[in-house]
């Protein structure tokens, strides 16, 4: 499985950005794609997710402002960060997992600063 993100960069507080995260490769039975983020010092923590047959999750922190959501024919996954906020900072990565592994793809830089 390969994942390919998109999407970052530079934007007000108050702004929007939308990531994309396309899955190509042995997709067959992917059973969940989300998005986590990290900031340096932190672990990476989960920001949302789609799950087959249960739906959607979300952190705590980003629940109201992100929805997370899917384009199954082509095998890609949206995050759309509204009234992002500067603790929203952090490296992206879409995550996908299969046969209970997880691959990752590069992060993609969001950096929310006025």
């Known amino acids: 499985v390969q994942l390919q993100a998109s999407g970052g960069g530079l934007v007000q507080p108050g702004g929007s950005l939308r990531l994309s995260c396309a899955a190509s490769g042995s997709i067959f039975a992917i059973n969940a794609m989300g998005w986590y983020r990290q900031t340096p010092g932190k672990q990476r923590e989960l920001v949302a997710a789609?799950?087959?047959?249960?739906?959607?999750n979300y952190a705590g922190s980003v629940k109201g402002r992100f929805s997370i959501s899917s384009d199954n024919a082509e095998n890609t996954v949206y995050l759309q960060m509204n009234s992002l906020k500067p603790e929203d900072t952090a490296v992206y990565y879409c995550?996908?997992?299969?046969?209970?592994?997880?691959?990752w793809g590069r992060g993609t830089l969001v950096t929310v600063s006025s």
């Open positions: 789609i799950t087959s047959g249960v739906g959607t």
């Open positions: 995550n996908a997992k299969q046969y209970g592994m997880d691959y």
